[in-house]
């Protein structure tokens, strides 16, 4: 793992004192390999932050939220999940079918610990585990390239309060969103979604309640 830091890095660490440091860390926890410890971790969450990066080489940093075991560790170097229903705006999922290189950012607010995995991010059509996940559009696989655990000291402990009731479970029927069925976006929605068109007051109340 030589090849860990870069100049960037390195000049900070010289700067601070703190390169032996860095780079015992590095012999100590950076793996390329999922452990079974980071199996459980990961599975056990239910949401995580996804970072991608565009065209143009310019970065992004998304949100993802489902039940437990929204991230499935195949094996020791392949992580997957699934793309829901958004916004239609696509942008994690387009950056990665145009650039590969992914970070995945793990975040446990009640046990205040946290885990880094950066792989590269594959999408195929038809994917057999799409079955895995109701309602799931597309799944995103991730061949691991570094995992490691990260300095806790910052998180806020947090308690979960409740799921989004958006989250697609099995026999269930999943609730649109209200912003659906605004106005501005009635005449642009997709076929799936059409029946939708025309409730703006629905939506209005329902923005409120939220």
Known sequence: MTDFYHEGSRQL??????????????????????????????????MFFLATVDNEGRPDCS????????????????LAFPLYDGSGMYLSAGNALINSPVSLLFVDFQRQARLRVS????????DPLLADWPEAQ??????????????????HKMTLVEESV??????????APAWKRLEAVADVLPPRDAHLAGHEQDAAAALNRD
Do not use: M, W
């Open 166 to 175: 958006f989250v697609p479970k099995v026999h269930c029927e999943t609730p």
């Open 138 to 155: 597309l799944v995103i696989r991730v061949k691991l390239r570094r995992i490691f655990p990260n300095c806790p000291r910052y998180i």
């Open 13 to 46: 660490q010289d700067r601070f004192e703190t390169r032996p440091l860095a780079d015992r860390l590095v012999e100590a926890i950076v793996s390329e390999q999922v452990s079974p410890e980071d199996k459980a971790f990961i599975e056990a969450q239910n």
């Open 119 to 126: 792989g590269s991010a594959f999408i195929q059509d038809n």
């Open 63 to 78: 949100y993802k939220g489902g039940s437990v075991g929204l991230v499935k560790v195949l094996d020791e170097q392949t």
